[in-house]
């Protein structure tokens, strides 16, 4: 089946990193601008950072640029999103997705489960 599976999640303490991996399961990666998405308990869902398929486009949510990396390695059919100085702020649990384009971000139906952050001293 298509599917991403996320990884890298844990807890950590404020002002540490994190780096999260999106691997493409049953289909091709590079044919597709691949977004992260997160939801904190109590918020909306939320776009955190979209690279498009050429990688000549990036988006990064403004709570998140400057701190947030995203970058992709077709060749491992991967999307990896990059995390420093984290704030509590930050806790969510985030999703990658295949999205039509950067400017729109919207799904293509191609989620993956999620993985959770927790920034907490």
């Known amino acids: 089946q298509l599917q991403f599976v996320e990884s890298g999640g844990g807890l950590v303490q404020p002002g540490g990193s994190l780096r999260l991996s999106c691997v493409a399961s049953?289909?091709?990666?590079?044919?597709?601008?691949i977004a992260w998405f997160r939801q904190a308990p109590g918020k909306e869902h939320e776009g955190v950072a979209c690279?498009?398929?050429?990688?000549?486009?990036?988006w990064y949510g403004s709570s998140t640029k400057g701190r947030f990396t995203i970058s992709r390695d077709n060749a491992k059919n991967t999307v990896s999103l990059q995390m420093n100085s984290l704030e509590p702020e930050d806790t969510a649990t985030y999703y990658c997705?295949?999205?039509?384009?950067?400017?729109?971000?919207?799904?293509?139906?191609?989620w993956g489960q999620g993985t959770q952050v927790i920034v907490s001293s």
């Open positions: 997705a295949a999205v039509l384009s950067v400017s729109t971000m919207t799904p293509l139906n191609l």
């Open positions: 049953g289909f091709t990666l590079d044919s597709y601008a």
């Open positions: 690279i498009s398929n050429s990688d000549d486009t990036i």
